[in-house]
């Protein structure tokens, strides 16, 4: 008898989404996107999205896939916004006699299905944009508006605690230390696909170019187009600047394999202290290994 749910989830290119799919074509299930880029539409390749190189439809393989390419670029998700979404999409696949398999290396995405997220209050579309445009305006000045146990440097955290202190006037470490909510219950079995370092470097590293050649530079375009923060996805401020001709693309490819590499070592830490898995793949996939998730959950 397999689980109610799953999440799957590991560092970029360590082969989730591959196992996600494996997975739902043996058991019925419904793959529910949990990756804070890849819920963007017209950045798939750049996102490494199941749906790069295809069609964005509703299913791959008869297989349903839910919260991929869903928000424009000029849009905007919070945490919370994510989590109702998702909460959503697990109850229609159950509903619809399926299993929610929830797939994606966001940390923060992963933690909020888990664990639930804390009580913050709605924001105003208004409040949202100006903190916004205050963090990018100067991110420094942004961050003395914030209490000194605030840690993250992302933009896009700063923004959403500063934009929750403007709206109410209170901290968003204050709404943090109040009991979480709306985790999925019974908590999904927790897959990690957790391939060695040097698996992953050699993986990227064939990976980055096909991106490229697969149309990166068109997303890039429209990526400009849409005033997107680069920032948050990583391959978009090495097309973009390769674009307005600031870099050759050689040192746009060099750069972009970099920081995803730095970025999948950053995962692999958080995962190693943070995540909980029930099951863990220490390689790259193989069919033997969804018969082991089988066996074991």
């Not at 749906?51 to 928000?71: C, K, M, N, W």
């Not at 019974?186 to 992953?200: A, E, G, K, M, Q």
Request: aromatic residues 8%.
């Amino acid at each position: 008898m397999h689980a109610k749910s799953y999440i799957i989830t590991g560092p970029t290119a360590s082969g989730k989404s591959w196992v996600a799919h494996k997975l739902a074509m043996r058991i019925n299930g419904t793959i529910i996107n949990c990756d804070s880029v890849q819920i963007y539409s017209g950045i798939e390749n750049i996102s490494a999205s199941p749906f790069a190189g295809r069609q964005v439809t509703s299913d791959i393989d008869g297989v349903p896939y839910r919260l991929f390419s869903v928000l424009d670029l000029d849009k905007q998700i919070s945490v919370m916004e994510y989590l109702n979404l998702a909460r959503g999409e697990y109850d229609a696949a159950i509903g619809a006699g399926r299993v929610p398999i929830f797939v994606g290396g966001t940390g923060y995405y992963v933690n909020a299905i888990i664990n639930g997220i804390s009580p913050i209050p709605d924001v105003s579309l208004q409040t949202r944009m100006r903190a916004r445009e205050m963090v990018m305006t100067d991110i420094a000045l942004a961050r003395k508006m914030l209490p000194t146990d605030f840690v993250p440097t992302d933009p896009q955290r700063v923004a959403r605690a500063l934009e929750v202190f403007l709206q109410t006037g209170k901290h968003i470490t204050e709404f943090q230390k109040m009991p979480r909510i709306n985790a999925i219950l019974p908590t999904p079995r927790r897959i990690l696909v957790n391939p060695p370092l040097d698996v992953l470097r050699e993986r990227i590293a064939l990976r980055v170019p096909e991106m490229v050649a697969d149309g990166a530079w068109g997303e890039g375009r429209r990526i400009i187009a849409a005033g997107w923060d680069t920032r948050r996805a990583i391959g978009a401020p090495q097309a973009c600047a390769y674009i307005r001709g600031e870099i050759t693309m050689e040192q746009c490819i060099e750069n972009w394999i970099t920081k995803t590499n730095q970025y999948a070592k950053r995962q692999r830490t958080w995962f190693r202290t943070q995540f909980c898995a029930d099951v863990e793949i220490p390689r790259v996939p193989r069919d033997e290994d969804v018969e082991y998730i089988l066996n074991q959950c």
